[in-house]
């Protein structure tokens, strides 16, 4: 990579932008589209970059890419993702959403930005408005991802697809954020490991169907799921090495429409999370060898299983995030940035550097006032996080990161 300053000043968004951001905000937080169908959205984005001026484009379906080139220098790749929740929101906030979004199947439900990605695109799309104003304070080409369809796994993968890194400059490193049930102000970064892998499956039970009298002529796909669903979980506390962290959850369960009728089949969905690939594979593969064997106990057919989503490791390159630590620490001060654990969350992020062999960097800001009791956690109908300082906080906090990369050590633009 090309030389920089292991830390550089923190550019800050200048006055008028504090109105202008926290406007972006409550557009975002009241119009939230569910993963890959973030039109709307994709086009609010396409806007606000071209009244800075910024070349934009659009990828993967409703991603939205921009590029700023300022001169000669290293490139970086910043990614805000774009799309929210099936939720129905309870915030009570006056900008809280309204609105509604159909699922695959036709089922309209409610959608609201439960985990903060509205946060996440103001924050980059003031960071780019802070860049531009303080361009003396920097050289190189930043590259603004905006991607859609994290919550599902298939956003970065779709925008990879659809020739991401042939269409936008190629990055030394890809930088990312997310706002967490944190203290509002503070940051907290990993270096490794910084959220697990992801596998989502769904099971197919098949067995007799009988009269709820007549037991021994069916072959009930109930009881056999409850074996199944009940041996999966030793999984975890007596096939792994205690210091290897899994969790295996079944999140839902559909058997049956009658009490008195033994159905032919039942249906379960499983959530799986590690964070090193060996461990991933020994899972799976225990938990496909438990859900045959357990079939064949019960002389039932062979059971389907069926991949809903995986998600890619998401790693900090230990270099590059000591590095991005250290501009946190410059622009934030030391008081409000910690190295934190992994989180058992998974993202699809990792996959927009993996797929290219360069590092990434990925880190938490808090969005919360934990004086005023426990915080809702992401995916909660009451996730609302504080205006601010949360969004000051992941504006400074993204170009600090940036500027560690592509800072010149000049003076910029401060919060008036």
């Avoid at 990579?1 to 932008?17: F, G, H, I, Q």
């Avoid at 590690?274 to 079939?295: D, G, N, S």
């Avoid at 998401?314 to 995030?321: L, S």
């Amino acid at each position: 990579m090309t030389a920089r300053p292991e830390t550089a000043p923190a550019l800050l968004p200048a006055a008028p932008d504090t109105e202008r951001m926290h406007r972006i905000y409550r557009h975002l937080h009241s119009h939230p589209e569910l993963s890959m169908r973030e039109h709307a959205t994709a086009d609010f984005i396409a806007a606000e970059l071209d009244e800075l001026g910024v070349e934009n484009f659009r990828c993967g379906g409703t991603g939205v890419v921009g590029v700023i080139r300022n001169g000669e220098g290293p490139v970086v790749a910043f990614r805000a993702d774009t799309d929210a929740l099936p939720i129905a929101e309870d915030t009570g906030l006056d900008y809280a959403s309204t609105a509604t979004g159909t699922l695959d199947d036709g089922t309209v439900v409610p959608v609201m930005h439960g985990c903060g990605h509205d946060t996440h695109v103001t924050s980059l799309l003031t960071a780019a408005r802070t860049l531009l104003e303080g361009a003396d304070a920097w050289a190189g080409t930043l590259v603004l991802v905006f991607q859609p369809g994290e919550e599902t796994a298939a956003g970065a993968r779709a925008m990879v697809d659809d020739g991401l890194w042939e269409r936008a400059p190629r990055p030394e490193v890809v930088l990312g954020q997310h706002v967490m049930p944190l203290a509002a102000g503070t940051v907290t970064i990993s270096h490794g490991t910084a959220m697990a892998m992801a596998d989502a499956l769904r099971v197919t039970l098949y067995g007799k169907q009988s009269h709820g009298s007549q037991p021994q002529s069916s072959i009930d796909p109930i009881v056999l799921g409850a074996h199944v669903i009940t041996r999966l979980q030793t999984v975890v506390s007596r096939e792994l090495d205690p210091r290897s962290p899994a969790v295996i959850t079944s999140g839902t369960f559909h058997a049956g429409l009658k009490e008195n009728i033994i159905p032919d089949r039942a249906e379960f969905t499983l959530n799986i999370r590690t964070f090193e690939q060996p461990v991933r594979e020994a899972v799976l593969a225990a938990v496909r060898r438990i859900i045959a064997a357990e079939a064949a106990a019960s002389n039932a057919p062979e059971p389907l299983v069926e991949e809903i989503y995986t998600f890619p490791r998401c790693h900090n390159d230990p270099v590059a995030a000591g590095r991005v630590e250290s501009a946190l620490r410059a622009a934030l001060g030391e008081e409000n940035v910690a190295v934190g654990e992994p989180v058992m969350g998974s993202e699809d992020f990792g996959h927009l550097a993996d797929s290219i062999g360069v590092p990434s960097v990925y880190w938490m800001f808090g969005g919360f006032d934990l004086d005023a009791g426990e915080p809702p956690v992401n995916h909660s109908p009451y996730f609302g996080p504080l205006m601010e300082p949360t969004l000051a906080t992941g504006t400074r906090a993204a170009v600090a990161g940036i500027l560690a990369y592509l800072g010149t050590g000049a003076a910029g633009p401060t919060l008036g």
